[in-house]
């Protein structure tokens, strides 16, 4: 049996040294003074992340310089990323799926899903799943935080709704389950840029693939690459995780194998994407009237 490659300490700490989106996080938790003890509070790291991402969204229109930026800015911070990286209070960052403790947030004006009988993607890969890298149509869970039970933001898809980076701008109240995934389910992690690669390069088509989107590629600088074509994903798999720390170290990374390059770009949280359906049993949950507040960061610009 293959034995798995552990990264050495000073190549995970590199991982989010060169990551925008890690860069990004740190650079604004430094500018408001917040330290290791700060960043191990899961609400304060999801709600720094998110907002950081709000400055790399690629429809601003300086989303490459702002890349740059923060990775320039980042490689005084290596202590704290250190710090923060090592720390096992965030052992979260990197956790596979907690299959007890999966959140579904959809807005009032969303229809209601059978969760128990979900579609599962079938045929090639559309247009939009390969520009978006997404399979559609999906449903997506977030993980719940270790948080007090009266937290606000609970989950990634919390965190989104508190900061705003992304489309998502569901109608409230927003109902919320707590679903509970089979312990037979197959599910792939995606914890860096390299395990996106992986999966792309193992599912994907590239002699179906489009090619750059050219807006994306003007507007915000980057090459989408080469996308997985979810139909063959289902076949081996019940859904992909893209963890905290997947998010912050694979987000705008480009990794290269021969001639075919992938970015992970457009999945703005800590999130699964459910192929078929997995899940035991659907726990209702008190809906959401407002957006949770994100609290009082100062963004840099």
């Known amino acids: 049996m293959e034995t798995a490659v552990v990264p050495s300490l000073d190549s995970r700490v590199d991982d989010f040294l060169r990551a925008p989106a890690a860069a990004a996080m740190f650079v604004l938790a430094d500018h408001n003074g917040l330290d290791a003890d700060r960043l191990a509070e899961p609400t304060t790291a999801a709600t720094v992340a998110g907002t950081a991402l709000n400055d790399l969204n690629p429809w601003t229109g300086d989303a490459a ?8 800015a980042v490689g005084s911070l290596r202590t704290l990323v250190a710090a923060v990286v090592t720390d096992p209070r965030n052992a979260w960052w990197s956790a596979p799926l907690r299959r007890d403790a999966q959140l579904l947030l959809t807005g009032a004006d969303e229809p209601r899903q059978d969760l128990m009988d979900l579609p599962t993607p079938t045929g090639p890969l559309g247009e939009w799943e390969a ?3 997404k399979p ?14 009266t937290a606000k933001i609970r989950s990634g898809a919390h965190a989104e709704l508190a900061c705003g980076c992304s489309d998502w701008a569901p109608t409230y109240p927003v109902r919320q389950a707590r679903l509970h995934v089979a312990p037979t389910a197959r599910v792939q992690e995606i914890d860096s840029a390299a395990d996106w690669h992986h999966l792309a390069l193992r599912y994907g088509d590239p002699g179906t693939h489009p090619g750059p989107d050219r807006q994306l590629i003007e507007t915000a600088g980057i090459d989408n690459g080469l996308a997985p074509t979810w139909s063959a994903v289902a076949a081996d798999l019940d859904g992909v995780h ?19 390059t992938t970015t992970l770009w457009a999945w703005e949280w800590e999130c699964t994407r459910w192929l078929r359906s997995a899940f035991t049993t659907v726990t209702p ?10 609290g009082s960061l100062t963004v840099r610009r």
């Not at 559609?136 to 039970?149: C, Q």
């Not at 949950?285 to 507040?293: C, I, M, R, S, Y």
Request: proline share 17%; charged share 15%.
């Open 285 to 294: 949950l008190p809906d959401l009237a407002e957006p949770p507040h994100p």
């Open 136 to 149: 559609f149509p999906v449903v997506v869970t977030s993980t719940e935080l270790p948080v007090p039970p």
């Open 131 to 133: 520009y978006a890298q």
């Open 242 to 260: 893209l963890t905290f720390a997947g998010l912050l170290t694979a987000l705008y990374v480009p990794v290269t194998t021969g001639d075919i």
């Open 65 to 72: 310089a702002q890349r740059a930026e923060v990775l320039d």
